[in-house]
């Protein structure tokens, strides 16, 4: 069953045109900022007090913890992006920096290979004794997947015998044998964790950790409720739905309860379908994934439509001014969507990482990096997000990110590490997949042989792309291309000539089977029309409305370019629509432009309500894309566009 | 300044076909089930104990207080109704019941005068302590009200008595006078109770304590700071705003904070400026007026858009699935436009009070007076009503009455108080003005002279009025007709003959003055068509959105009579709306159809975002009063419907 797998950061240059300057975003400014941050050497700053948390553990400093309950697990994504960023480029001195960090990790590590801050400083006899709440487990995932990413980018293995010290240690107290401690995480993370942990070290105890945590979840009796009398605790107020604990997972249908906690949970059933070849699991992640995608996700590719515990709600219940969307929740999905590629060439998924890439996720990062969204709605009014209470968690302009916690590092680590969602290869088929159309060098491996792409991408402003194949022979294997699902037609060209595409395309991908010559090339050409997408008409929010799209870029009006009350603004279905690059507006984006009409305010008095026709008058909308608003001066801003 | 008054509740006997089964319904139903609940004699209701905390104020039994501060309140408003039922169907049992409650409050009333149960038993030590929070003066009010009607419906001075000696303490403590506390309540409505006390008794120190309260809130030093000093609060979380005492009361220029607080205060204002011929405050209250009605108030009379805090928000802030809408404060609007339309015979208030009365408020309560709404939204999906919780304040169906503490006593006492509402005169112009239509017979006086009119009105179901004029010998004096503003045309017959109506109108209302001969006859025509009616442009939640209005009375689509997904449903411009009365249906309504187009379904796959065009099909829409919604099977609803 399982199919396919990445072609690693290591095998895959990204040198594009759009993505490598918000790479070096994160190298030059993210970084840097975040580890003064952690430093708390930003002068103004919320106080951070991560390092200082690790420095009391160790016992070199006296002083009380400080900060959230997971606060490590900042520390812990900070060094993921850090190792992906030294995947292509070594930097000595943060390395060394890193390398430090890491010998801090180990002095406060305790002797049975305990490492968590919290407990270890605050309440050393409350280990494992709130799971539900604590994020103990949590935090200990994300320092597994810190330490497996930089034993993969450097070589050194120092941290990942940190962590596999205390993963050893975890293993001795969770399970399902007597006097072992029958719980899990409130919050999923570490389970996708311990299956990187088992691929880096060959360790199959790791994946069964994981897949003990992730079986257990959910069963009767209730671990939760046993814990929670345990703690003496009388009664509490957020349902097991939350922590997508109400059912043992493969009795679960759709995605319930925190949008970032469903995620990093489905992330980790996917891979453990993959590594047990279990068929059925992996259904149950097709019914929840079509649950996600096709019922609860936003155009953006946002996910989690309720500020009020960050969670799914029902069906088809996307309110565009109050959508949550967290930005760490699009990202999950991604790593959701990259899992069930791997295990299913089928282009939904790819076409999932996109819409989240280009929107949702990119939408949380101002273009000089230096502020987030955690929000992030599609409509915004700033009259009621500043003033209504049901709207207080949006935001009209993004917030230097030291204000926050869990988002900025988590965008630092998922565009360190872009490289890996673009290609996979299946060894016994020979097969190699280009899932995104990012300019970049990957090298993999055939038959024994060396085969190196060098992709050049127009992507997202033009459909172009270029494919150059080089390797030392002519060798027989199979190039599958992802067509996106928004381009009507595709053309390609291998060496000048045009190939025939009938037939030899399945679920989303074109498969070019043939011996492929040193110095081969491929022109692609994918229609890259403005679309106006049209919502399900469940979605009452979108009722009557379009929202343009061009290639995976989803637009927006803004009152920069449109004036105030954009919902008055109404694009007539027979409306021609043009658009152009231009360099000098945001960085370079493409803009949309048309004649929409709006409201004729000379003949509009004060009543509030009355049966007088309006008239209207024509107005030049102009559309930019929705990663790139409030980039400028604060002011409304709009998905959905009305129709008629 | 002041224009005229109100033919009071005595004069005017209300027999109309729509309203007088709603006040049979008060006084059958209503009534006597209150009595229970305040008794706590209704099995599996909620405990009131109110009669109870009077008898532990009397020291009659031993116990506890129970219930909200404002507990008293409800008693008071009971009273009020039971007084205004009396008025017209004098009932030995209810009124003995009255009697003994009344003498109830005497044996708990203090020795200096004071009245209040959650004190007295409670908190003895904490009397004006709390003026912000604790309803002292705001249950000083109520009990005001209910004396002062009860004295007038029964003519029994007891009641009256023993709410004078509580006045005249109130007077005692609060003033600008040294020694006094300067203070006022965080709940208006002891000051438009006191100008109801100072014409039920004469006594002008009640007027001048009522504009001591009105015109001492919001100044600087502040007294809910002071005060809050002085309990050693050290902060508190809701501004001034919410009580309107963020600045003097001239100097308000919009509604702000909580709707019912907000309207009570402006109700007092106008009286204030009839009373003292006080033009700029009557300025205050047009530019308040003009604040709610023409850009913060609902198209069924509602106000107050945020269930945070009951409260208004900002200009054309009125969303229709989170509307709140409070019943309480659409009725507080008709106190206030009653009051506004005294001193000045502008039709635009008579309107108010017609809007809201047909829609929000009479949406309030089910059709057979068991059921309540407190929250008035104009669309409801219940799939997300029950599960957002940012629409927790939604319900789907009308609650148990008990359930409920202010608004079912408060749509009690206003529909038993309809009368007053009608007629007014003017003596020195020798006016008699119709308000509203409805059937019903009034008396006035002109120079010494009885004059009758009787009223048959087919309101709200056709605009046909006939008014026959009962007096002793021919008179000359002017009748002044209201000329609703939804309808475009008038005709009017005087016994039988047209009427030239050109150049005989003024701000809304037609003046016929002549010589009355005993007998005549008008008929009067109100074109009364279906109106497609269109918000403000700025009010974002209903752009290209129009609610159907016929006369009166707003409409709205109902799951039950058109299918699920109500927002989906599109009224093209051009479709012809037709309708007719049903006697069988929801114990009487004008139903209105028309045809729509609806996305057909057949094309539609589970995508959930689409570029594919979407093909429509007929949809025979049926639209139903909207205060008659919520009296079948619950579902979804909606007023304002897509347009194009």
Redesign the interface.
Known sequence: MKHMKPISLKDVQINDSFWSKRQRVVRETVIPYQWDALNDNIPGAEKSHTIENFRIAAGETEGQFYGMVFQDSDLAKWLEAVAYVLVHQRDEDLEKLADEVIDLLERAQQPDGYLNTYFTVKKPEGRWTNLRDDHELYCAGHLIEAAVAYDEATGKRKFLDIICRYADYIASVFGTEPGKIRGYDGHPEIELALVKLYKATGQRKYLELSKYFVEERGRQPHFFDQEAERRGEKEWFISHEYYQAHLPVRQQKTAEGHAVRAVYLFSAMADLAAEYGDQRLFDVCKTLW?NV???R?Y?TGGIGS????ERF?????LPND?SYAETCAAIGLVFWAHRMLQIEADSQYADVIERALYNGILSGISLDGKSYFYVNPLEV?P??AN????MKSVKITRQPWFGCACCPPNIARLLASLGQYLYSQCEPLKQIFVHQYISSEAEAEINGERVKLVQSSGFPWDGQVKLVISQNKPLKWTLALRLPA?SARTEVKINGEKLQTQGKTAKGYLYIERMWQPGDSLEVFFAMEI??????????AN??KV?L?RGPVVFCLEEADNGQ?L??I?LP?AAKLAGQFDATLLEGVYVIKGWGVR?D?EG?G?????????SKVPIEIKAIPYYAWSNRDAGEMLVWI?E?
Chains 1, 2 share one sequence.
């Open positions: 079509n995608t096709r019922k996700m155009i309720s500020h009020y515990l709600t029902v069906d088809y219940d109050r009014w009259a009621t003033h209504r209470h049901d928004w679309q106006r997408m049209r919502a399900h008409p469940e979605v009452r009722a009557g929202a799209q009350n919902q008055d109404v279905e409201t305010m509009i004060d009543e509030l309500y009355s049966p007088q026709a309006v009305r008629y």
